[in-house]
């Protein structure tokens, strides 16, 4: 995959990877507008992200690391906790190497 910029003015530490979730659609298929209330569940709960940056210990005890900046991943569903990037005010997540298991190759348009 190819490398992206991180931007947001946080740096993982340790086994800490740092993501980007996917943007949660505002309406349905059908045009139906979705309520704040059900986006941000659904956003808390998304387990689809973009690898943005990956700390330094992260996969150390692997053959090779299971993501690199610029991958699409998924990981456990609660796993980490949200972060706001001091330096661009999007919203982020803070995992464990250990919770992304999976990474996507090819997704549907």
Do not use: H
Request: hydrophobic fraction near 40%.
């Amino acid at each position: 995959m190819s490398d992206i910029a991180n931007l947001s003015g946080l740096k993982p530490l340790g086994r800490a990877v740092l993501v980007k979730p996917y943007q949660i659609e505002e309406k349905t298929a059908g045009g139906i507008l979705l309520p704040d209330q059900v986006r941000t569940k659904d956003q808390l709960a998304e387990q689809k992200a973009i690898v943005v940056e990956v700390g330094p210990w992260c996969w150390r005890d692997e053959p090779a690391p299971r993501a690199q900046p610029g991958d699409k991943i998924l990981f456990s569903k609660w796993a980490g906790y949200q972060a706001i990037g001091t330096a661009d005010g999007e919203v982020y997540r803070v995992v464990n190497d250990s919770d992304i298991f999976m990474a996507i190759t090819s997704e549907k348009e």
